[in-house]
């Protein structure tokens, strides 16, 4: 007889968000083979937006700016307003905002426009967080997270 598997049971839904703290900051949550980090948003966030990292407390996230070359935490799959909580995904399948079209299977990085990403062309301070599942479309391209 092997030992019992210890199951997580989490307060909210992936698509829930709230202006208090219903999990704790920063739990990774795995669930239909992708991950999310529980999130605060430091600024609005729009779905699909690219996220990173504010720096003001320990997992307060902005979309990411158009002065590019961020390093992206991961994309919100569902808006989440300023100075809520919700997840972002980390690891996985999903979508993200592109600054313009790209082709299926190229690294994707920061974009220039805010809450982007854009293809990888090698010379960007940050590196690929992300590869294209999909021909890109702004609004919100098929790609895999890699911001674990």
Known sequence: MGAPEMVKVFNTALTETSSTQKEEAGIVRWEGGAAYRYVLAGAAIAQYD??????????????TTSTGNEVILGAAQVAIGNAYWGWILIYGKGLVKSDATHTAGVALTDGVGVG?????????????????????????????????
């Open 50 to 63: 690219a996220v990173m990292y504010s720096g003001t407390t320990g997992y307060t996230v902005i979309p």
């Open 116 to 148: 982007t990403v854009k293809a990888y062309a090698g010379t960007e301070t940050s590196g690929p967080c992300a590869l294209a599942l999909a021909t890109g479309v702004t609004a919100g391209s098929t790609v895999f997270m890699l911001c674990m």
